[in-house]
């Protein structure tokens, strides 16, 4: 059985910064396009940032480009996000998703939320706060 799992969430002044890592069990995410999504209250679920499995390109939502990045550490099996120079608005539950790279050709395509279903698996969910 499959499970994404994220971490290190938490709260954190303006202009602070925040890695948020995201696990898996059952499959090596290697061969997996990963994406961070953030869903704030009152808004729909958004993709952040992107990274493809196939060359390993990424991508970045206007928000947050320059100030998040996303990386693998092949050996921990583990993605990571992170995030600088956070802002309030930057205040989300923040996803990971991951999904065979063999469904996903570019990058941005991960970060569209419908490309997530089916045959993806999303983590749990973890709470980012930046206070002002």
């Known amino acids: 059985q499959v499970q ?11 202009g602070g910064s925040l890695r948020l890592s995201c696990a898996a069990s059952g499959v090596s995410l290697e061969d997996y396009a990963i994406g961070w999504f953030r869903q704030a209250p009152g808004k729909e679920r958004e993709g952040v940032s992107c990274v493809s499995s196939r060359d390993g390109s990424t991508y970045y939502a206007d928000s947050v480009k320059g100030r998040f990045t996303v990386s693998r550490d092949n050996a921990k099996n583990t ?54």
């Open 79 to 132: 993605v990571y996000l992170q995030m600088n120079n956070l802002t309030p608005e930057d205040t989300a539950v923040y996803y990971c998703a991951a999904k065979a790279g063999i469904f996903i050709d570019a990058a941005q395509d991960m970060c569209l939320r419908d490309a997530i279903e089916p045959m993806g698996y999303w983590g749990q969910g973890n709470q980012v706060t930046v206070s002002s």
């Open 4 to 14: 994404v799992v994220e971490s290190g969430g938490g709260l954190v002044q303006a």
